[in-house]
């Protein structure tokens, strides 16, 4: 066997080196994956929405826009927006505002959000809210009549009403038969102001049941048990996942966010919970409905070092091993900041470029069914994934997430006066059936380490806010446009620690025999 690596990347960057360890891989996949468009997506809280948005007219935030389009230029089709949160069920509309939000933080309640909101929403928590409801329906589909409406979502996280963080809203005996009815009657509402101010707006439906599907009481199969989908008004089944919280116990990121056997298990759970689901006898399509992450994020309540490249990973993860079971959409918070603020300032996170890393490695998927498969490795720190179109191999992506920090505690500020050298592990795989040995082109996740702040680049593109608003700058200073050939039949690649690669193979039709 031979192994053929990328020479010149590991010259300059390799201090320590680690043997290939080889994993055998298929050239061909099943082709039941369907056009996952838009694939890669976000969410948005409520009140954070205008600052993100700007205003269309006058001051649109061009920098989110730019963000946006560069996924849209790789995907074929821009990320959806899901706007909603927390704050989506306190807002209450007040048409004498002259800004377009009031919003009054609590410290008892939030840090991160106020918690009485003046604006317009789909408020479900009272009457209050369903009072603002009916009084902004017609503003509602004024707004999103222009084709940018893609589902409707009727309260957040209603499992945690009677017993919310921001105070309970519902009594403590409050049941799954109570959270359907409670859907339903609201839905209902929703439906008749939609005929009543746009009719052309009622067949988009609803995404439900807008949490983590996995709670022991209230979880969405009692839900759907007791008739919550009986009128086959859900369209998208979305449900919200964190890795874990920021104030748990022995919460770390080796151990907890970029842990590939920790992703592989709650992602599995969640699989479980929604076949179960979608299984029910009061389900009345006869058909599953799609599943899709409506709000993900790597930790709930404050998201710890959310700018370090470290936390790149997760995003990676998440949306490859998603996309492999099949999810349609999954819609991320947190992968930039849209304005200076008092906490944090403006800017390109680290996160961004996991997204843009992965939406290269799908490629366009308005043109082509996409699917990915997994590759069982060595170690929880690494991670592969093969990428098929019409069922023929045509990308990896490799992921070693191996610790490497360059700062003074891994806080990416102090600079180490000696840091260590950086471990360059050897990833080969073998691919089966390959017809002839094929060209790899090679695009890289780089930083100088993983508690790096700035410098991250994918394929030498910056995407920094400072560089020109988010707009995609090729830096002169690193190595991009490397090749290399397989041998015999296997593809080997050197991969820094706290870095990932995306292997394109050249030949037409994936290699496949």
């Known amino acids: 066997m031979f192994n053929l690596c990328s020479a010149g990347l590991v010259a300059v960057l390799a201090a320590k080196e680690s043997q290939a360890a080889l994993y055998h891989i298929n050239t061909r996949a099943d082709d039941d994956s369907g056009l996952p468009e838009s694939f890669v997506s976000f969410s948005i809280e409520l ?50 505002l002259k800004e377009a939000i009031n919003g ?53 996280q209603r499992n945690n009403y009677p017993n919310s963080a921001q105070g ?22 929703i439906n008749k102001q939609i005929q009543k101010h746009c009719p052309e707006l009622a067949d988009f439906g609803f995404m439900a049941p807008s949490y983590d599907d996995r709670v022991s009481n209230l979880n969405a199969t009692q839900a759907w048990g007791y008739g919550l989908d009986k009128y086959g008004s859900v369209r998208l089944y979305s449900v919200h996942n964190y890795i874990d919280g920021a104030t748990s116990p022995a919460v770390t990121l080796q151990g907890t966010l970029v842990n ?13 919970e929604y076949k179960r689901t979608m299984s029910t006898n009061k389900a009345v ?31 990676t993860q998440n949306l490859l091993y998603h996309r492999a079971l099949n999810y349609t959409r999954l819609q991320q918070y947190q992968a930039f900041q849209p304005i200076d603020t008092n906490k944090t300032s403006k800017g390109t996170k680290a996160p961004y470029y996991g997204s843009i890393g992965v939406a290269a490695a799908l490629g366009d998927l308005t043109k082509s069914s996409v699917s990915v498969s997994p ?75 993983s508690d790096a702040i700035t410098g991250v680049t994918f394929d030498e593109w910056s995407y920094n806010w400072e560089l020109d608003n988010g707009k995609p700058v090729r830096l002169d200073n690193i190595a991009t446009g490397e090749t290399f050939r397989s041998k015999q039949g296997v593809i080997t690649v050197m991969v820094p620690d706290s870095s990932a690669t995306l292997l394109h193979l050249e030949q037409d039709g994936g290699g496949g025999s």
């Not at 230029?73 to 909603?84: A, D, Q, T, W």
């Not at 309970?168 to 609201?186: F, K, Y």
């Not at 399509?285 to 404050?302: D, I, K, M, V, W």
């Open 168 to 189: 309970p809203t519902r009594p403590r005996g409050w049941s799954a038969r109570d959270v359907a009815d409670e859907w339903l009657n609201g839905t209902r509402g």
């Open 104 to 156: 009054t933080y609590d410290p008892n309640k939030s840090k991160d959000y106020p918690t009485t909101i003046y604006i317009w929403g789909l408020g479900a928590v009272g009457a209050a809210g369903w009072e603002t409801l009916e009084r902004t329906a017609a503003l509602a589909c004024k707004a999103l009549s222009n084709d940018n409406l893609d589902a409707w979502e009727y309260g957040y």
């Open 260 to 272: 590939h056997s920790r992703t592989i298990r709650d992602v599995d759970e969640q699989v479980a």
């Open 47 to 96: 009140s954070s929405f205008v600052d993100y948005a700007g205003n269309l007219r006058h001051t649109p935030n061009a920098f989110s826009y730019n963000l946006l389009r560069n996924l849209g230029n790789l995907m074929g089709s821009k990320p959806y927006v899901r706007v909603g949160g927390n704050t989506q069920d306190y807002a209450l509309y007040n048409a004498s």
């Open 285 to 315: 399509t006869n058909h599953a409905t799609p599943h899709l992450l409506g709000e993900t994020n790597s930790l709930y309540f404050q998201n710890y070092r959310v700018s370090t490249f470290y936390l790149l990973f997760p995003t």
């Open 375 to 449: 590759i069982p490795m060595l170690s929880d720190q690494e991670a592969a994934y093969a990428i098929f179109e019409r069922g023929n191999l045509k990308r990896l992506m490799v992921i070693n997430m191996h610790r490497y920090n360059t700062t003074k505690d891994g806080a990416g500020t102090e600079p180490l006066p000696n840091p260590p050298g950086r471990m360059n592990r050897g990833f080969s795989f073998a691919a089966r059936n390959l017809a002839r040995d094929v060209s790899i082109r090679e695009q890289r996740l780089m930083t100088n380490g």
